[in-house]
């Protein structure tokens, strides 16, 4: 029944009241268009998960929004951004790193840990002038070599490096 209601909306109605009810006979739900739909006898309340802090580091397993679609998948942090940390999607790896908000990270699921592909820091040889930069070292790539995503570049797609071409 609640569309597009705020925690704090949420609160503000079980303050007023606070023995449960549609909220009607005090006119707090009565005056906001988007409960007229409510019956008068019904009890309305939705739950909100609140998680524990918890530490966020360079190649910490987790679960993170995926901007995309806006639902959470499994993934790895890669290293810290501007905007908070670059996420590497499981099975996604090849379409290049998310710059992620702090308040869109959640801790792994359990089940997950250890499913999602390490990576970590290097540098690699870039192919279009051939230099070696600073970069992060993925999962192995289909033709045997390794997925590299560059620093400063994390968003790009990641580039198939002979592992000849990655210096620890």
Same mark, same amino acid.
């Given at each position: 029944?609640?569309? !597009?209601?705020?925690?704090?909306?949420?609160?503000?109605?079980?303050?007023? !009241?606070?023995?449960?009810?549609?909220?009607?006979?005090?006119?707090?739900?009565?005056?906001?268009?988007? !409960?007229?739909?409510?019956?008068?006898?019904?009890?309305?309340?939705?739950?909100? !998960?609140?998680?524990?802090?918890?530490?966020?580091?360079?190649?910490?397993?987790?679960?993170?929004?995926?901007?995309? &679609?806006?639902?959470?998948?499994?993934?790895?942090?890669?290293?810290? *951004?501007?905007?908070?940390?670059?996420?590497?999607?499981?099975?996604?790896?090849?379409?290049?790193?998310?710059?992620?908000?702090?308040?869109?990270?959640?801790?792994?699921?359990?089940?997950?840990?250890?499913?999602?592909?390490?990576?970590?820091?290097?540098?690699?040889?870039?192919?279009? &002038?051939?230099?070696?930069?600073? =970069?992060?070292?993925?999962?192995? *790539?289909?033709?045997?070599?390794?997925?590299?995503?560059? =620093?400063?570049?994390?968003?790009?797609?990641?580039?198939?490096? &002979? =592992?000849?071409?990655?210096?620890?």
């Amino acid at each position: 029944p609640f569309k !597009n209601v705020s925690p704090l909306l949420h609160a503000m109605y079980r303050r007023q !009241n606070p023995q449960g009810g549609s909220g009607r006979e005090r006119g707090f739900i009565k005056e906001r268009s988007w !409960n007229d739909d409510i019956p008068q006898e019904e009890d309305v309340s939705f739950v909100v !998960n609140v998680h524990e802090p918890f530490e966020i580091y360079a190649g910490m397993e987790c679960r993170a929004m995926y901007y995309g &679609d806006e639902a959470f998948y499994h993934g790895v942090i890669v290293t810290q *951004s501007r905007r908070g940390w670059y996420i590497a999607f499981s099975g996604f790896e090849g379409e290049g790193l998310q710059d992620t908000k702090v308040c869109d990270i959640l801790r792994a699921s359990p089940r997950l840990i250890g499913s999602a592909a390490p990576w970590s820091p290097c540098e690699a040889r870039f192919y279009q &002038d051939m230099t070696f930069y600073p =970069a992060f070292r993925g999962p192995v *790539s289909p033709s045997g070599g390794y997925l590299v995503s560059f =620093a400063g570049f994390e968003q790009q797609p990641p580039q198939d490096t &002979d =592992a000849i071409d990655i210096r620890a």
